[in-house]
């Protein structure tokens, strides 16, 4: 079984217009909310095999504040040009061409983006009709499929979806 946990960015800073939006970081509330979705995730036991993340600067900073709540390597990150502002198509592709492990029965990658690319990805690929996955939004999806490069458009199964405003 494989499960994707989908994460968009967390709150980023619109203090200085001239910044160009890759570069935009995180401000107080996106600092605050990233670490307390990564201890969620730590609660609910979540042991990701795979973080694979858009580069930009406040989805780099997200993935890093949980990476350190999940004790995962922040060497071990992957990060992946395409996701910057990527559509659905695009990130089925990169979800497709991650790696199995061989021998392990659930398999977790954690893919970290932008809207409106992961909404609508989410809502692709399990058939469900989320309206916005609000900043630091994390939703799980798991598929029967044995391999990352057999899943398809329909082929999942939401999980859950948490948020910072449904857990305060």
């Not at 989908?6 to 935009?24: G, T």
């Not at 795979?50 to 780099?60: D, E, K, Q």
């Not at 004790?71 to 592709?93: C, V």
């Amino acid at each position: 079984m494989k499960k994707l946990i989908i994460i968009r960015h967390a709150k980023s800073s619109w203090d200085d217009p001239a910044l160009d939006d890759f570069d935009r970081p995180l401000n107080k509330r996106g600092e605050k909310d990233a670490p307390r979705m990564g201890k969620l995730l730590r609660e609910m036991k979540i042991t990701p095999d795979y973080l694979i993340t858009s580069p930009a600067l406040r989805t780099m900073e997200t993935c890093k504040h949980i990476a350190r709540k999940l004790d995962f390597p922040s060497n071990k990150i992957i990060s992946d040009q395409r996701l910057y502002h990527a559509g659905t198509e695009m990130i089925l592709q990169i979800v497709k061409e991650i790696p199995d492990r061989k021998n392990d029965t659930e398999e977790i990658a954690m893919l970290f983006g932008h809207n409106p690319g992961l909404t609508e990805f989410v809502n692709a690929v399990s058939n469900e009709a989320i309206v916005n996955i609000p900043t630091c939004g994390v939703t799980c999806i798991s598929f029967s499929q044995t391999q990352w490069s057999s899943l398809k458009f329909g082929s999942g199964k939401m999980e859950w979806f948490y948020y910072p405003k449904k857990i305060d």
